[in-house]
């Protein structure tokens, strides 16, 4: 194993400015420790390694499963080599524990699978001599809670804005931007591996691969505004306002997120895009169930990955799509631990956290979060089909899209309105779409007349019709939040009517 020793003086100055803290810790007597870090970072964390063996004048051994010897690591001029030692490994706790060397002993990827590994690693801490240190490094660690006293955990951050410019080479603001959320082997490869073309579009790249591997993305600004919603539409811009140092100056903090609940395509996922883009800051979809995985401990480093990156981008938004899927079986007595774990470390975070991330997640159906995790969202708003005004604003949005001159008059407002009452905005703009294109394909692209609108609305069953009992029992709840729509009060609103004529008077 080698690695470039300058750079690694880059990475251990920005790390650790003043001293490291595996020095720290190791000086007060820490026999045992925990160092976590991203498996191409691993070669970063040696590096950190080295420096604190070397700060306390010991040797530094190094020690993997498909090793056969403990090796021992030695600087070269381009960084370091490892040489196998005469010592043969069958047990590496029974190999550690007989040995008299002092010197920081790296243990890369041991797994603590039964009870035996356990007490090793107990004796150890009450055992070891002042001379001898035992450095764990894997990229997530889940101890038993009776060696979380014994054992520290460090954790090898993201660069950030400030550090980054000399790992990747450059101060352009849009390579640096690009850059954040990637660890310091993963830009030193991309640095390596760049071409000669964009960039940023290379580093862009590599980001969405990796985030689409660990359930995460990064999304685009909307194509069309959001029709209607006005009350979420200005607790959204109230977010964004505090966004300002001013805001600080009156004890004003930044609010941790809202939950849109709703009848399925009224806009709550344009609506967070729409957010995003208010605030002018990035947006990260993340699907909850996408960061729970099969392999042990990964799922818990998905999500330790995730709120690490976005507290490093923010201020940003965090949006959850659809997200009480991810909590199916949530009460299930058999396989719900790591869901629960997983939900425990969100809520703290949650509840803790300081950086300003707007956390947006969209619901259908919000009994099936646990209580404990609606409580952490300061607003729940409950988006409904569109009113006649709105209908009216998203086939506004629409229409300009494909049909930049089209005019209707009131008489032909009201038909519209009243064909597609009850249609979800997201059928609006699908059917819109469709009709432009049924229009292109005979031949008249670009012009469209209230007659062709209304052929479309015969094309399709809405789906407050195909699904009226799961829809309607969503809707009957829609007192339990805060509304997204004002009442309407547009030219186009249904005037109210009286039950019975003349009662009164």
């Not at 976590?36 to 080295?50: G, P, Y």
Request: negative net charge; charged residues 20%.
């Amino acid at each position: 194993m080698r690695g470039d020793r300058t750079f690694f003086s880059q990475l251990l100055v920005s790390f650790m400015p003043d001293s490291n803290p595996l020095t720290q810790l190791l000086q007060k007597r820490s026999p045992l420790l925990a160092l976590e870090a991203q498996l191409i970072d691993w070669n970063h964390a040696l590096a950190i390694c080295h420096q604190a063996a070397t700060q306390l004048a010991v040797d530094l051994y190094y020690y993997s499963p498909h090793f056969d010897t403990l090796q021992q690591v030695t600087p070269v001029q381009s960084g370091w080599n490892l040489h196998p030692t005469s010592d043969t490994v069958e047990n590496i706790w029974t190999s550690l524990l007989s040995r008299a060397e002092s010197g920081i002993y790296v243990l890369e990827g041991v797994k603590l699978d039964n009870s035996p590994d356990i007490y090793a690693l107990a004796h150890a801490y009450r055992t070891l001599p002042d001379s001898q240190h035992w450095i764990l490094l894997d990229e997530y660690f889940d101890f038993p809670t009776k060696l979380l006293p014994l054992i520290p955990q460090l954790s090898l951050p993201l660069p950030n804005s400030d550090e980054i410019p000399d790992l990747i080479g450059t101060t352009d603001p849009a390579v640096v931007r690009a850059c954040l959320g990637l660890c310091r082997g993963e830009i030193d490869l991309l640095k390596q591996r760049a071409s000669s073309g964009d960039l940023v579009a290379q580093i862009d790249e590599y980001k969405r691969g990796k985030l689409r591997g660990k359930g995460l993305e990064t999304i685009n600004e909307p194509d069309v505004p959001v029709g209607g919603l006005d009350l979420l539409q200005e607790s959204i811009q109230m977010a964004a306002s505090l966004l300002s140092p001013d805001a600080q100056q009156y004890n004003l903090s930044f609010p941790k997120g809202a939950i849109l609940w709703g009848v399925p395509g009224t806009g709550k996922s344009l609506s967070a895009k729409q957010a995003a883009k208010t605030m002018g800051v990035p947006l990260v979809a993340a699907d909850w169930g996408g960061l729970i995985s099969a392999i042990a401990g990964e799922s818990e480093a998905n999500l330790r990955y995730l709120l690490q990156m976005v507290e490093l981008i923010a201020p940003c938004v965090l949006y959850f799509d659809d997200f009480e899927k991810g909590f199916a079986g949530w009460n299930a007595t058999v396989g719900g631990d790591t869901q629960k774990r997983l939900t425990g470390k969100f809520l703290t975070w949650m509840q803790e956290r300081t950086a300003p991330v707007f956390v947006l997640a969209t619901v259908n159906r919000l009994e099936m979060l646990p209580p404990e995790l609606i409580r952490r969202f300061e607003e729940v708003f409950f988006v409904d089909l569109p009113n006649n005004g709105e209908i009216k604003q998203i086939f506004e949005l629409h229409l300009a899209k494909y049909f930049p001159d089209v005019v209707f008059d009131k008489v032909q407002w009201v038909k519209l309105i009243r064909e597609y009452k009850n249609c979800t905005p997201a059928e609006i703009a699908v059917w819109v779409r469709k009709t432009a294109e049924r229009l292109f394909y005979q031949g008249r692209p670009g012009v469209v007349t209230l007659k062709d609108l209304l052929e479309s609305r015969s094309l399709f069953v809405p789906s407050t019709v195909r699904e009226s009992e799961q829809i309607l029992a969503i809707r009957n709840k829609a007192a339990f939040a805060r509304p997204a729509s004002s009442k309407d009060t547009s030219e186009w609103a249904v005037p109210p009517q009286r039950l019975f004529e003349g009662v009164g008077s």
